[in-house]
């Protein structure tokens, strides 16, 4: 087994390092469309009911699996012989959202907003295809022991590009006019282009094969008497939406894998709706609370994300599963403490540490395991699936904690928080023994 040391070394790697890269250029888009727009609006007067339709120019992040498919399978003219399938989608969609932010700051929303919210929307769709490109190559590029690296990689890179776009771009608001801070935040894009153009494509064996079996199922439905437009539109439906279902449920285990996926987070979910309110209702100031929980916490995560990446590369992904999800346990209860001390800035630094550090190792682990579940043939389409069915706890399983929250006290609700986590350990202990029984047979 490795040394700690040796394994902290992984960070060393070129490729990490251009994972980290590539992290920042997929963050750095974000709240481009969300908190700094909002602010953007509101500045030029625009009316808080339009600017809360504008929410809905996010929906691509939810839906780009829909997508998916098309980048996996579809070979650019040019591009691809030059650079390769993932870094030629990864320049297109670079370049297409570099010219989306920067015409989106080019428009007056004060005006037409409708035509802002076109070009938010071109921003959210480029920006949710560069992280379709961004995850697959980082699962392409690197092994299985290597994921928890470039996990902890991408959330460094991408919490520094959402701090860039976020604080960074209000700080510039206050000096340049907001199209010329948006065309700085598009020219920022140039560093994931840069990434791109110097890093190395990874091996395409097994896209090959899936290409061979696309042509072999066009050359059966034209056989079979089909017009050729449909033949090839049923090979590539097959090949890029029905095999990777396929390859994927033809794994043993792979319903289970599915609840874990959905209940591994659950109690950080739960925990994170209700966290806000939670501040205000002890007391803390808006003040101590971005203070404490937005840039002191990012510290935390960020370190957290880093050691949760070593201990992947050392310890492989299932143990760290199991011990980041207890420890993610540990810091869940640890807001338990604080609702009974109460206004505390000591204390809920110590909780936010906490919280934020097994949050962020906990977040490298299962990265990881994502990662790992993907066939290099489907990498985009069955990642951008994956990643949305953790969406999905995110956004529907934890919907239910503010009524939660009405009808228990808060360390009532925090230790029912701890405890929604359980179940998807339970799953978890399932799967490392059933891959512990098939390892021996």
Not at 78 to 92: E, H, M, N, S, Y
Not at 145 to 158: F, K, N, R, T, W
Not at 234 to 263: C, H, K, N
Not at 402 to 416: H, P, Q, S, T, Y
Request: charged share 10%; net charge neutral.
């Amino acid at each position: 087994m490795k040394s700690w040391l040796q394994a902290a070394g992984v960070y060393r790697d070129p490729r990490v390092v251009a994972i980290l890269f590539l992290g920042f250029s997929s963050g750095l888009p974000l709240l481009l469309v969300f908190s700094t727009l909002s602010v953007w609006l509101k500045m030029e007067g625009v009316s808080l009911t339009a600017i809360g339709l504008f929410s809905l120019v996010r929906t691509p992040y939810t839906f780009k699996f829909l997508w998916a498919p098309v980048i996996d399978r579809i070979s650019l003219p040019w591009l691809t012989g030059k650079l390769g399938r993932r870094r030629g989608w990864a320049i297109v969609t670079q370049v297409g959202l570099m010219a989306s932010i920067f015409a989106m700051g080019a428009t007056n929303p004060s005006e037409n907003p409708v035509m802002t919210a076109v070009f938010a929307l071109l921003v959210a769709f480029t920006s949710a295809s560069q992280d379709i490109v961004i995850d697959a190559y980082r699962v392409d590029v690197l092994n299985d022991d290597e994921q928890g690296a470039g996990a902890g990689a991408v959330v460094l890179g991408y919490r520094v590009g959402m701090l860039t776009a976020g604080a960074g771009a209000l700080w510039l608001a206050s000096v340049f006019s907001w199209a010329q801070v948006y065309a700085i935040m598009a020219g920022l894009v140039l560093i994931g282009v840069a990434t791109i153009l110097l890093a190395p494509e990874p091996a395409q064996d097994t896209s090959v094969g899936a290409a061979e079996a696309e042509e072999e199922h066009m050359a059966q439905n034209l056989a079979s008497g089909m017009v050729p437009w449909l033949a090839r539109f049923l090979a590539f439906f097959y090949e890029g939406v029905i095999a990777p279902f396929r390859d994927f449920m033809s794994r043993s285990g792979w319903a289970a894998a599915l609840v874990f996926i959905a209940l591994y987070k659950l109690g950080e979910a739960y925990l994170g709706v209700m966290a806000g309110p939670f501040y205000i209702a002890m007391g803390f100031s808006t003040v101590e609370i971005a203070n404490i929980t937005k840039a002191f916490g990012l510290g935390a995560i960020i370190a957290g994300g880093l050691i949760g990446g070593i201990m992947v590369n050392r310890l492989g992904i299932m143990r760290s599963l199991m011990i980041c999800g207890v420890l993610q346990i540990a810091g869940t209860l640890m807001f338990v403490l604080q609702a009974k001390v109460g206004h505390s800035v000591p204390m809920l630094m110590v909780t936010i540490a906490s919280e934020n550090i097994t949050s962020g190792m906990a977040t490298s682990a299962f990265v990881a395991y994502l990662s790992s579940l993907c066939h290099q043939a489907y990498t985009a389409t069955q990642y951008a699936l994956l990643s949305s069915l953790t969406a999905f706890t995110r956004d529907v399983l934890a919907a239910s904690a503010g009524w939660v929250a009405d009808i228990v006290d808060w360390a009532g609700f925090f230790l029912i928080s701890a405890l929604l986590a359980v179940p998807g350990l339970l799953v978890l202990l399932w799967l490392m023994r059933r891959t512990k029984v098939e390892a021996e047979t």
